[in-house]
Nanobody, 114 residues
């Protein structure tokens, strides 16, 4: 099972990016999925999670700015990010939630310039 995140890049403060994470394998729709990030020198943190019935939770740091969604037909989970801040600079990953049960993918790097 592989997790392939994409959509990262360089953005200016206040800008937007949309990340996607495609999961190979079966039973995607049965799981809750989360977006995580790891900034340099910091631990990986959960940003947002979406359950199988589309219940959603956000970390306070991204609430109101980030939106998580999923497309079960495409085995893909998305993260729409707006009002980006320099402190959002990190490598972004997806994985199952609440337990990150899959092997971590490479992630996608988001760099926000001030």
């Amino acid at each position: 099972v592989q997790l392939q995140a994409s959509g990262g890049g360089l953005a200016q403060a206040g800008g937007s990016l949309r990340l996607a994470c495609a999961a190979s394998g079966s039973h995607f729709s049965r799981y809750a999925w989360g977006w995580y990030r790891q900034a340099p020198g910091k631990q990986r943190e959960l940003l947002a999670a979406i359950s199988s019935d589309r219940g959603i939770n956000y970390a306070d740091s991204v609430k109101g700015r980030f939106t998580i969604s999923r497309d079960n037909a495409k085995n893909t989970v998305y993260l729409q990010m707006k009002s980006l801040k320099p402190e959002d600079t990190a490598v972004y990953y997806c994985n199952t939630w609440p337990r990150a049960a899959r092997q971590w993918g490479q992630g996608t790097l988001v760099t926000v310039s001030s």
